[in-house]
């Protein structure tokens, strides 16, 4: 053999095993792959239900998925209320106990009460600042806003329902029921008529939201200033209806709803939503059961025809309502307090006949909820310590 035929074989053999080597790795790659796509499955992003749970601060992850994995359609028709290409946000937590959200529509920022640490907090929507809005706040609860824009607030410490005038005075609108002291506003809402509708249920009565019934071992003058005098439980848990004049009528008894909550009115203003929740200090009944029932207003602003709207038991856990919204459409927006059932706290939303639609998720249990921003469609969620918040394909109806 030649010196230029041996160097050709080589030139030959030298592609062979090229070729060979490529095709092998390339094989292998293959097979590799295909091992690892059946190992892992579709890529599938963090809830709050998996482990390690979704990291809702801003240090987590993007959610880039097409619907929010923590948004959840129980009904197809929740397609149509919900946002697909919207992600659940955490807005600021470091709060004790977040409760009574409200949109102010002028101002364009949500405010919301801190209840133990006796104050009430700001989120400004045009930068997302988080400040001080009053303290102290006297332990305050819901709170709203009515058709003047004029703020309302719940009470526990003085055991009242206060307005916010726009020259900056403030004014008692209720504090008392045919002269007994009332228990613990809870959450308030305007009518259209001018009339301010609010409930009254005993859950102020312990030191770490108000102050304590007086008689007890407890004192509930320490922290608290010197003219302070401290009251005894006078009355049992109703609703009431603030009348233009001043009058206050009782709308709801304790009967039909013990330890009433939550409340809201349908878009058309003729159905009242009242959350029923669990015994609460110094009631000597069996208490709420944690139910929403609906009524019946009319024209002369007397109810009737109660009915249970719903018990809240999903899947076997009970979802416990707090806060409620209604939407333009009528459907029902509640907070959802589940307690250690992880996946379930959050807001359950229902059709005007009771229909489970969908679900929120949040890390957190739920205390109330309210629709604000620019286009009141925007559902924030006042969560134990954070505020949360996502845009909805609905608005909120009503105001506040």
């Known amino acids: 053999m030649t010196r230029q035929q041996q160097r050709e074989q080589d030139v030959a053999l030298s592609r062979r095993t090229l070729v060979q080597g490529l095709a092998l790795g390339a094989a292998a790659t293959m097979a590799g792959t295909g091992t690892a796509l059946a190992q892992t499955g579709p890529a599938a992003p963090p809830t709050t239900i998996t482990t390690p749970p979704r990291d809702f601060s801003p240090r987590g992850a993007p959610t880039t998925y097409f619907w929010d994995p923590d948004i959840i359609a129980v009904d197809p028709s929740f397609n149509d209320l919900a946002q697909p290409n919207t992600a659940i946000k955490r807005l600021y937590t470091g709060v004790l106990w977040a409760e009574g959200p409200a949109w102010s529509a002028q101002g364009r920022y949500l405010l919301w009460s801190d209840i133990p640490n006796n104050r009430q907090m700001r989120w400004s929507e045009d930068d997302g600042h988080v400040s001080v809005f009053r303290t102290p706040s006297n332990y305050s609860n819901g709170n709203s806003f009515d058709f003047q824009g004029r703020q309302l607030s719940c009470e526990h410490l003085t055991r009242r329902v206060t307005r916010y005038e726009n020259d900056g005075t403030a004014t008692i609108l209720c504090d008392n029921f045919n002269g007994k002291k009332l228990n613990s506003p809870n959450d308030v809402v305007a009518h259209p008529d001018g009339s301010y509708w609010f409930t009254d249920p005993p859950y102020g009565g312990q030191l770490y939201e108000g102050e304590p019934d007086s008689g007890g071992k407890l004192n509930p003058r320490i922290g608290q200033p010197a003219d302070f005098m401290p009251k005894q439980r006078e009355l049992p848990t109703n609703c009431y209806r603030i009348d ?157």
Do not use: H
């Open 244 to 400: 233009p004049s001043g009058r206050v009528d009782l709308v709801v008894s304790e009967d039909q709803v013990p330890d009433p909550n939550g409340l809201c009115f349908s878009p058309d203003y003729k159905k009242l939503y009242v959350v029923s929740t669990g015994k609460g200090p110094g009631d000597t009944g069996p208490g709420g059961k944690g139910d929403v029932f609906v009524f019946d207003v009319g024209s002369d602003n007397k109810l009737s025809n109660q009915k249970r709207f719903s018990d809240f038991m999903i899947d076997g856990v009970k979802c416990g309502p707090d806060g409620v919204r209604c939407d333009v459409n009528g459907n029902l927006w509640a907070s959802s307090n589940a307690g250690r059932a992880v996946g379930y706290n959050g807001v359950t939303v229902w059709s005007p006949e009771g229909k489970l639609l969908g679900r929120i998720r949040l890390p957190e249990v739920c205390g109330n909820i309210t629709f604000g921003g620019p286009k009141r469609n925007r559902l924030f969620m006042a969560a134990s310590q954070s505020l949360y918040a996502v845009y909805t394909a609905t608005q909120g109806a009503g105001v506040g």
